[in-house]
C-alpha cells in the first residue's frame, strides 16, 4: 500500500472510482478519460509500480489480472468484436499511474502500432 497512491487510495474505497468488479485481490473500474467507448482498468489491491516489478512472487497476481480482463470483457460484449489489454510501463510508454493497471479497451477498431 502506498499513501499518495491514485490507484491504492481508489482501492481503499477513498476516491470514488465506477467500479465494475472487485474482489479480495483486484479492483476494476472504468478510466475517467475513457479512450475508447469501452475503458476500464484493472488493479491488484497490492500496490505494485509497473509491470516491469512483475517477478516469481507476484506471477500469479499478474495471471489473475489477466483472467479478470477476460471476464469484464464478456461481461461488457467485447469478446466478438474484440478489444485490447494494454499495460504501459514508464516514460516513453506513457504511465501516468505508478500503480500497475491492465487497460481494457473496446467498443471501436483500434489501430496499430499504438502512437
Ligand atoms: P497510464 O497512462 O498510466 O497507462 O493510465 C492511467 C489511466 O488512469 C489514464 O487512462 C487515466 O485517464 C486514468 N486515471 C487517472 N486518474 C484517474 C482517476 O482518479 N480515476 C479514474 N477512474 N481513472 C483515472
Ligand atoms: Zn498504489
Redesign the pocket.
Known amino acids: 500500500m502506498a499513501d499518495n497512491c491514485?490507484f491504492c487510495k481508489?482501492a481503499r474505497g477513498e476516491?470514488p472510482?465506477?467500479i465494475v468488479y472487485q474482489d479480495e485481490r483486484v479492483v476494476a473500474?472504468?478510466?475517467?478519460?475513457p479512450?475508447a467507448p469501452v475503458h476500464i482498468?484493472i488493479i491488484p489491491r497490492e500496490h505494485i509500480a509497473s509491470a516491469a516489478e512483475i517477478d516469481a512472487s507476484n506471477a500469479a497476481l499478474v495471471g489473475y489480472l489477466l483472467q479478470i480482463a477476460a471476464q469484464i470483457a464478456k461481461q461488457e460484449n467485447l469478446v466478438d468484436s474484440g478489444y485490447r489489454v494494454v499495460t504501459?510501463i514508464g516514460a516513453d510508454a506513457?504511465?501516468?499511474?505508478p500503480h500497475m493497471?491492465f487497460?481494457v479497451l473496446g467498443g471501436r477498431q483500434m489501430a496499430w502500432p499504438p502512437g
Open positions: 491514485i481508489i476516491i472510482a465506477t473500474f472504468r478510466d475517467i478519460n479512450g482498468l504501459n506513457g504511465q501516468s499511474v493497471h487497460h
